[in-house]
Structure formats: structure tokens, C-alpha cells
């Protein structure tokens, strides 16, 4: 059975970076691409960038100048780093393993992390 | 780049069978696999339909994904309505570009 637990802080002040990391239990690490998305309160969910087990990225271009991920192969953890976020980056942060398909298909994801910026 | 439309909010009753829409504009819906998710309040998503129309095992008969390429668009028709099936669903699928773009959601209300 996969899991994927995640955490990080969940207040930050405006230009402090956030951070989040989220641990992979069962299945293959090697065989995905490890992705975070975000949904804003309200809103709908929007694609933040992904890694692989060696270091490949991917960003969605509106964010990428802000977006940096890391992976941990020997502990089967990934990260997000966010920087200089803005009340606007408030959101429940996702993390979930893609299944590559052409595109991506997640079928599993994280707990969710609610990352709230305010002064 | 492209977007994935849906509509902002479907109800119907319990028994009904409803139909939640996934336009592309930019592209072929053909070109990349469409994803279904559902998510019910205070929940991570889950995949209801993967390519298009494959169901994971979990995933109950009630619910069937198709693509159309006349009107570029996907669809998610949930048979036999039940209360339980209330929730937020949002189509993704991607191109040579964007690995993952997700529509807009539509919440599905069954009363």
C-alpha cells in the first residue's frame, strides 16, 4: 500500500520561504515523478512542479523563478521550496506521485498541508 | 498553452445519472489521457478515471469517462446518483509543454 505523509510550517509572513517535504512508504520510488500541487481556499487545484528519483524537474512556468524541489532517494522523500510567498500563495499544498502516461495520473497523494501567509 | 473548461456547479437527484463536461481549447483532447479526480470536503482528491475512461479497482461501475473529438471535450457520467458521490471533480490531462493542467472543477451537488 502507498502512503505519502508530508509536512512543513504552516505560517509564514510574507517573503519567507516556504518549505515542505513529503515521505514516499511502499511501491517504487525510481518509476514516478513526485509532484506537489496546491489549491488556493476556494479554488481549484493548480500544478506546482514534480521531481524524480534523479533530479529531473519540472515546473509550471508561472511559478518557476520562486519554485526549487530536492529528492532524498536513500529516505524516499521529496521537498518543495516556495520563495518570497505572498498572502496569494495561501493554500493547502499537496504532494502525490505521478504515474507517467504521456501526461501524468496521480493516484496517490499526500495529506495536504495548510500553508497560510499573513503578517 | 491550453485549458480544460467545466462547468461550475451540476445538481441532480439521487438514482439520476449525471454527465460533467472537460473542454480543451488549444489542442487535440485526443493528443494526452484525461484524468478524472473527486474530492469531498476536507479531502485530498482521488482518481475516479485515468486515459480517459479506466476506472481504478476501488472505483464502482457507476462511473464512466469518455472522450469526444467533435467537440474536443471529455466526459465523467456517474450512473445511479448517491449522496456520497457530493463533491468537487476536476479533469486533468497535459501536452507537450505542461505535464498537468487541471480544469476548473465542478461541484456536483445530489439532493
Known amino acids: 500500500q502507498v502512503q505519502l505523509l508530508q509536512w512543513g510550517a504552516g505560517l509564514l509572513k510574507p517573503s519567507e520561504t516556504l518549505s515542505l517535504t513529503c515521505a514516499v512508504y511502499?511501491?517504487?520510488?525510481?518509476?514516478?515523478?513526485w509532484s506537489w500541487i496546491r489549491q488556493t481556499p476556494g479554488k481549484g487545484l493548480e500544478w506546482i512542479g514534480e521531481?524524480?528519483?534523479?533530479?529531473?524537474?519540472n515546473y509550471n512556468a508561472s511559478l518557476k523563478s520562486r519554485v526549487s524541489t530536492s529528492v532524498d532517494t536513500s529516505k524516499h522523500q521529496f521537498s518543495l521550496q516556495l520563495t518570497s510567498v505572498t498572502a496569494a500563495d495561501t493554500a493547502v499544498y499537496y504532494c502525490?506521485?505521478?504515474?507517467?502516461?504521456?501526461?501524468?495520473?496521480?493516484?496517490?497523494w499526500g495529506q495536504g498541508t495548510l500553508v497560510t501567509v499573513s503578517s | 498553452n491550453f485549458m480544460l473548461t467545466q462547468p461550475h456547479s451540476m445538481s441532480e437527484s439521487p438514482g439520476k445519472t449525471v454527465t460533467i463536461s472537460c473542454t480543451r481549447s488549444?489542442?487535440?483532447?485526443?493528443?494526452?489521457?484525461v484524468q478524472w479526480y473527486q474530492q469531498r470536503p476536507g479531502s485530498s482528491p482521488s482518481t475516479v478515471i485515468f486515459e480517459n475512461y479506466r476506472r481504478p479497482s476501488v472505483v464502482p461501475e457507476r462511473f464512466s469517462g469518455s472522450i469526444d473529438r467533435s467537440s474536443n471535450s471529455a466526459s465523467l457520467t456517474i450512473s445511479g446518483l448517491k449522496t456520497e458521490d457530493e463533491g468537487d471533480y476536476y479533469c486533468q490531462s497535459s501536452d507537450n509543454v505542461n505535464p498537468v493542467i487541471f480544469g476548473g472543477g465542478t461541484k456536483l451537488t445530489v439532493l
Open positions: 521531481i524524480n528519483h534523479s533530479g529531473s524537474t
Open positions: 488549444g489542442g487535440s483532447i485526443a493528443s494526452s489521457f
Open positions: 511502499g511501491g517504487s520510488f525510481s518509476d514516478y515523478y
Open positions: 502525490a506521485r505521478g504515474r507517467v502516461n504521456g501526461g501524468r495520473d496521480f493516484q496517490h
